[in-house]
């Protein structure tokens, strides 16, 4: 397998991008240690890496417009290999939850119809390879409180921010 890549350094910082043939691999933002993550996923699934800006121009015109304040609806094909159908359930809700509103950990459960497992749902979603492509940022927990995210709660609560229109990118 090939994995196609691209870095680019947006108005709210470092984005990394990668897909494959099948569709969009991976969404990392902020500085991040690329080199162990290439070596990672060279275990995890015997792949080879392709530097190929031109690959991406449309997925950089769609993140610049959203990193801009723009509701972008990113409907590209999506390499999820590896996932488990708990996983895809609750990543699939996520993508339904609309730009700028959140939802609970809970209400998340609630919808794929696992009431107790708000904790596997948290779970589910630190494993979301794709941020903002996937916008787990959206969920929070019941109490308002931003829980986790695998960026860090920094840039979960500026992608927040900037969906509320309360982030001035000047």
Same mark, same amino acid.
């Given at each position: 397998?090939?994995?196609?890549? &691209? =870095?680019?350094?947006?108005? %709210? ?16 933002l902020?500085?991040?240690? %690329?080199?162990?993550h ?5 275990? $995890?699934?015997? &792949? =080879? ?5 031109? $690959? ?15 509701p972008i ?5 999506l390499?999820? #290999? ?12 996520? #993508? =339904? ?11 998340? !459960? ?6 107790? !497992? ?19 940022h #959206?969920v929070?927990?019941?109490?308002? *409180?931003?829980?986790?995210? *695998? !960026? ?7 992608? %927040? $921010?900037?969906? $509320?229109?309360?982030?001035?990118? %000047?």
């Amino acid at each position: 397998m090939i994995i196609h890549y &691209c =870095q680019y350094d947006l108005t %709210l910082g470092m984005v990394f991008v990668s897909s494959t043939d099948a569709g969009l691999f991976s969404v990392i933002l902020g500085e991040h240690d %690329l080199e162990s993550h290439f070596k990672e996923l060279e275990t $995890r699934h015997q &792949c =080879q890496f392709s530097q190929n800006p031109g $690959r991406f121009e449309d997925i950089y015109v769609d993140l610049a417009g959203y990193f801009s304040g723009i509701p972008i609806d990113f409907s590209y094909p999506l390499d999820l #290999r590896g996932i488990t159908p708990f996983e895809r359930e609750v990543w699939n809700k996520v #993508r =339904q939850i609309p730009y700028g509103q959140v939802r609970s950990y809970k209400w998340l !459960a609630d919808q794929i119809h696992h009431p107790k !497992a708000f904790k596997a749902v948290g779970r589910a979603l630190g494993l979301n390879p794709l941020p903002v492509i996937i916008p787990c940022h #959206r969920v929070i927990m019941q109490d308002f *409180s931003t829980g986790g995210f *695998s !960026a860090g709660v920094g840039w979960k609560e500026r992608l %927040l $921010r900037l969906e $509320r229109g309360e982030l001035s990118l %000047l």
